[in-house]
């Protein structure tokens, strides 16, 4: 192996959505380097400082590689051992089977998290494993992030995946509600260097607007920022939408074919002066009116919120009024608008639309949306007791005693299982509770077609990459562990599994070319696409390694709607339904205590808890700070760097203040993803820089309550000096 030639492999970073290209330098089956791929069409070379963190989950010396059972050791403690696959898999699937004889199939619950998205195998293959289990109980990181959008997407537009992405090469005027791109590298918006791209628009005389309760580095290099009181979006969407009626600013031509009612939405929208909402968002009337003569000047326009509009009390219905604006104002399906994408490989029209209100968690009665029911009742299925109580579960590349609310109780709760396995190549806060580990490979050891994100990237673009380095006889990737225990729990179910031979010989890259001949740049007759796209298929798409350019975005109605009348469903019974709650959370005299309120944030280096042990990532200073107002540290006697001991209805943890101008009065910030300091968690990187994990602040009990989504920003909190 010493004699190895250096080799040049062209492949994608997996760790955020922007899809970028890069050139991956190996020596058998060392990574020498990883850099940003220059003749990649859509990401032109650029890369963040995360992409390294691919070699550092590759080497990382705490990286498991084969399966692991936990066995008790005497005086109580507990080791882990290795063992082989198939001992593994006879283990797990012996054991959700006799749980699910007990107690039933709900006695078995799933929870999924978000580098699932990220791989097209887990996509692809794992929803048999979730088939064969039959169980309702099912959770992930989605009820924690976008659900709102899929809710949007799926009463408009028909479909949960069919949501309109921002044409930001094109757009004159971007006005981003709680998003940070620069941070984020863009979200439910596939954008490679997005900064370059933001300042292209301010470049051809456009406007980049931001409005967040926190100045964040997209905020600073934006024309213009407004602070807003969290959890208010809502107000001032309702106020945009009053304005554009009351100054006739409406451009409801385009889209009156698709939606006759939508001039419907001014009745809704009337009693929502500028001056009404004024004071509960903390932005002037005058400013919220220019807001909207300014973005119906320009020639096109696109309104984005992301996860500051939609992990917050009222994150539906603000996504909701978000689409409803764009509509309004003629720039959905416009160039330079919101705009649906053409994907190579689209799975929308073979996958499920997303079933909606069909059943509701037990305990709670939260509404379950495609399949899942929010995480923020995941912990009281377990811990409450009675017919479908969870006793084992299934975590699927997720942490959420990391990432969801109330996390200590959730923890609790997982202590109690009676059976825990967890696919994930680390012994995380989560996986530590498991009686199994299978571990997958990394990234770069396995195939990659991005599935999700094509669907999402703000131009049509597709690439294929073949595993970078080979692995061991005995390391598997994903879609090899879930199809396993798919054919096992069907075999103990007495149900037929000769398809599965069919599978194993597919492969998820056959899936991927299935997808591309059937697709719009594929084979098919009637295909008249003219470019090296034509006859698009996984062979052609091995054949150019660095991607193929598939152009921009294109208008799409009514061809991109799903719903059977091809027309955009406004659906105002359910979503204006929760108009009421508004009134009484924002208006009602005796909801009107003021506290100072908790909010997220994000650093580009870290994403969610995943790369807290690369050396790399971590280093520098201390990034988990809470971050206040010089005004609420004077209020409470809180000065830069003091231990501050901050308290919500369920938790509390101490922390290192940052007095800072950047957050407005009243708000105070964590960022999210990190509390690496349980017992049992084997990540030695992670262990040195702790931090501490906000959704100890968090509360299960606050959701939206239109989708259940969790509640993260807007969490009322006591702040007291550590003396």
């Known amino acids: 192996m010493s004699n190895a030639e250096q080799q040049l492999h062209y492949s994608t970073c997996t760790l955020c959505e922007a899809m970028c290209g890069i050139e991956v330098a190996t020596k058998g089956r060392q990574i020498l380097s990883i850099k940003g791929d220059k003749d990649n069409p859509f990401s032109q070379g650029y890369i963040c400082p995360k992409a390294s963190a691919l070699k550092d989950l590759y080497d990382d010396p705490d990286r498991l590689k084969r399966p692991v059972k936990k066995v008790r050791l005497e005086g109580g403690e507990s080791a882990w051992q290795e063992i082989t696959w198939d001992e593994a898999f006879d283990l797990v699937a012996n054991n959700l089977h006799s749980i699910q004889q007990a107690h039933g ?30 169980s309702h109980n099912r959770y992930s990181a989605t009820s924690v992030d976008q659900l709102p959008h899929h809710i949007v997407s799926r009463r408009l537009f028909g479909h949960i995946s069919q949501i309109p992405i921002p044409d930001i090469d ?10 940070n791109p620069l941070a984020s590298n863009g979200s439910i918006m596939t954008v490679p260097n997005v900064k370059k791209r933001l300042k292209a ?79 509960a968002t903390g932005i002037p009337a005058s400013h919220i009116t220019q807001l909207v003569t300014d973005f119906c ?47 190579a490989a689209d799975v929308l029209p073979v996958s499920g639309k997303g079933s909606m209100g069909g059943f509701t968690s037990r305990v709670r009665g939260l509404p379950a949306f495609a399949g899942e029911y929010p ?27 990391v990432t969801t609310p ?7 709760a997982f202590s109690e299982l009676d059976f825990m396995v967890a696919v994930d190549f680390y012994v995380t806060e989560t996986s530590r509770h498991a009686d199994v580990i299978l571990p997958p490979v990394t990234a770069l050891e396995r195939d990659h077609y991005d599935i999700v994100f094509h669907n999402f990237a703000v131009r049509n673009f597709a690439t294929y990459s073949e595993a970078v380095v080979e692995t061991d006889e005995d390391q598997l990737t994903d879609w090899q562990i879930y199809l396993s225990l798919a054919e096992r729990l069907d075999a103990l179910n007495g149900k037929n599994t000769a398809h599965y031979a069919e599978l194993w010989d597919k492969q998820p890259k056959g899936v991927v070319d299935d997808l591309l001949q059937a697709g719009l740049y594929g084979g098919k007759p ?52 929760d108009l009421g709650r508004v009134n009484a959370r924002f208006f009602d005299a005796e909801n009107q205590e003021e506290s100072l309120v908790l909010i997220g944030r994000r650093h580009i280096k870290t994403n969610n808890s995943w790369l807290h042990n690369s050396p790399r990532m971590v280093k520098g200073n201390n990034r988990c700070t809470l971050q206040l107002h010089p005004d609420d540290g004077a209020t409470h006697g809180i000065e830069d760097g003091d231990e501050v001991r901050v308290t919500s209805r369920v938790g509390q943890l101490s922390i290192e203040a940052e007095i800072t101008d950047a957050i407005m009065p009243g708000v105070v910030s964590i960022p999210h993803g990190w509390g690496h300091n349980k017992k049992g968690i084997k990540l030695s990187v992670a262990s040195q820089t702790p931090g501490v994990n906000t959704n100890i602040l968090t509360d299960d009990l606050q959701v939206d309550e239109l989708s259940g989504n969790a509640v993260l920003n807007g969490v009322p909190v006591k702040l007291e000096k550590v003396s």
């Open 375 to 401: 995480v923020a009742c995941l912990a009281e299925e377990i811990l409450t007791p009675g017919e479908g109580q969870i006793k084992a579960m299934v975590i699927g590349a997720g942490n959420p005693v």
């Open 406 to 412: 109330n996390a200590e109780q959730l923890d609790k």
């Open 526 to 577: 009637g295909n008249t696409v003219e470019s090296l796209a034509q006859g698009l298929s996984l062979e052609k798409l091995k054949a150019h390694p660095h991607g193929i350019d598939l152009g921009p975005l294109q208008p799409s109605l009514p061809n991109a709607l799903f719903h059977e009348d091809k027309k955009i469903h406004l659906d105002f019974d359910y979503f204006m339904s």
């Open 201 to 279: 628009i301010q470049k051809r005389g456009g406007k980049v607007v931001v409005i967040d309760p926190k100045r964040s580095e997209t905020a600073d290099i934006s024309c213009e920022h407004h602070f807003i009181r969290p959890g208010s979006d809502v107000l001032l969407l309702l106020a945009m939408l009053h304005v554009l009626f009351e100054k006739q600013l409406h451009k409801m031509d385009a889209i009156m074919p698709y939606a006759e009612d939508i001039k419907e939405v001014e009745n809704y929208v009337k009693a929502y002066s500028p001056q009404k909402v004024s004071e």
């Open 105 to 134: 199939n709900n006695a078995v619950g799933v929870y999924l998290g978000n580098p699932n998205a990220h791989n097209m195998g887990s996509i692809l293959f794992g929803p048999y494993f979730y088939r064969a289990l039959k």
């Open 297 to 343: 000047d320009a020639d096109s326009a696109v309104c984005y919120g992301r996860m500051g509009a939609s992990v917050q009390a009222f994150g539906t219905l603000t996504q909701y009024l978000i689409m409803l604006f764009n509509m309004l104002t003629g720039n959905l399906d416009k160039r330079g608008g919101m705009m649906f994408t053409q994907p």
């Open 170 to 179: 094109h757009t004159q005027h971007f006005m981003i509600i709680g998003g």
